[in-house]
């Protein structure tokens, strides 16, 4: 497949490794620019293209950029993607480290998730929010291996939800369907799933044990 990732950092660093290892076709872009790509780049035969281009024919777009970056994602960032797009984000809200309060998360009460669709237009599928990033180098097994980890997926967009889950599956991992966007506060910061190393068991159960509150240290 044809996939754009948005942020080179540990997450974003780490998919372009894994990705392009499996035959994909990586474009990668930061807010610092291609030029920054160069090694990354070198390493793992991805293409380094500005922000604006990340997501050309793209079939999956990976948005992995902090929360308060979001809204300052160039306009029609999706509008040259594969029909279809399904768009991965890996955000989370981190109010009093990094992004400052943001209004509609604090006061309306949206999903981190459902915040960032609202920005950029476009549903978003939440997954690898609560993964660590060495964990997609190091933690991947095959099928039915007894040590195999889940992650949790959420999203409205069935058929986007399969392709990303699909994919996910081809990492090494197996996946737990974490239902809608407004469900995905069940995966954000300060839940149970959030950092989780287990198995489609323990995250099911897991996601049934969150509660939608938000704990002190992830409240701005």
Do not use: C
């Not at 069935?158 to 599956?169: D, S």
């Amino acid at each position: 497949m044809k996939i754009g990732i948005i942020g080179a950092g540990n997450i974003g660093g780490n998919l372009t490794r894994v990705l392009t290892s499996l035959g994909h076709d990586v474009s990668v872009a930061n807010s610092r620019g291609p030029q920054t790509l160069t090694d990354l780049a070198k390493e793992t035969g991805a293409t380094p293209v500005p922000v604006e281009d990340a997501a050309h024919g793209a079939e999956i777009v990976v948005v992995t950029v902090p929360v308060k970056a979001v809204p300052n994602l160039p306009s029609g960032l999706l509008d040259k993607a594969a029909e279809g797009v399904a768009v991965i984000d890996t955000g989370n809200y981190y109010p009093q480290q990094r992004d400052g309060r943001i209004a509609g998360i604090e006061d309306e009460g949206l999903t981190e998730s459902r915040w960032t669709e609202r920005q950029i237009g476009h549903p978003v599928i939440k997954a690898f929010n609560g993964t660590y990033a060495q964990d997609i180098l190091d933690r991947a097994r095959p099928a039915g291996a007894a040590d195999r980890m889940a992650l949790p997926v959420a999203g409205d967009d069935q058929e986007a939800k399969r392709k990303v889950m699909a994919l996910i599956e081809e990492l090494g991992f197996d996946t737990v369907d974490a239902g809608g966007i407004d469900e995905s506060w069940r995966q954000q910061p300060g839940t149970p799933v959030y950092g989780m190393r287990g198995s489609a068991a323990e995250v099911t159960e897991a996601l049934a044990a969150a509660a939608p509150e938000r704990t002190p240290e992830f409240r701005g």
